[in-house]
């Protein structure tokens, strides 16, 4: 069957959404990343910021036992699953591309989305957040938050998906950014026309 959708999955910092941005563009395909956040608020009448926050947190168990007992989920699990949503219907409305927000595992039932995944070195990634302003200029406070926003990552992932982020065997290709945008995204590009 061939592919509709193309998630891609990315190490903090990798250039995933330059990379995503072009693959889209080649392709002339529909792009989600913040527009997720966008819609998600959209739909459960919550604030953009306040999905934003809670996209990389998760509900601690205690937090979770607790609110079951007062039968609401918490926030974090209402965003989620919101976002699921909302992922499932982009993705029946037409070819698209997505970004993050655990779309390789939302989509997993479908035969035609290739799963992709970014890396890259720690040296480039942060360089990669520097260059960006995001993260400090001094290097070993840019690498600390650069560990901090992976464990995050992970955590996020792992209690969501049961699944170990950035894992091979949970997508169809992983490419290291290393590489440049223009030749990840040819990658992505043919092993999205082949499939």
Not at 116 to 130: C, N
Not at 140 to 155: E, G, P, V
Not at 173 to 186: K, R, S, T
Request: charged letters at 20%; proline letters at 2%.
């Amino acid at each position: 069957m061939p592919y509709r959708i193309i998630t891609i999955s990315r190490a903090p910092y990798s250039g995933a959404r330059h990379i995503a941005r072009l693959v889209a563009d080649k392709l002339n395909l529909a792009y989600y990343d913040k527009e997720l956040i966008t819609l998600a608020a959209k739909e459960s009448g919550l604030s953009e910021e306040a999905i934003a926050a809670s996209e990389t947190q998760r509900s601690s168990s205690l937090l979770y036992s607790l609110s079951i007992l007062g039968s609401q989920l918490p926030l974090a699990d209402q965003v989620y699953l919101v976002k699921s949503n909302v992922i499932k219907q982009v993705a029946e409305e037409g070819p698209c591309v997505i970004v993050g927000c655990c779309g390789d595992y939302v989509l997993n039932s479908r035969k035609d989305v290739l799963n992709v995944f970014l890396y890259g070195s720690e040296d480039l990634r942060v360089a990669q957040g520097q260059a960006e302003g995001l993260l400090s200029a001094d290097h070993a406070a840019a690498l600390s938050a650069l560990h901090k926003a992976d464990r995050k990552k992970a955590d996020y992932y792992l209690y969501y998906t049961q699944n170990h982020w950035g894992q091979a065997q949970n997508y169809d290709l992983c490419l290291n950014a290393e590489l440049g945008a223009d030749l990840c995204a040819q990658l992505i590009e043919d092993a999205y026309t082949k499939g």
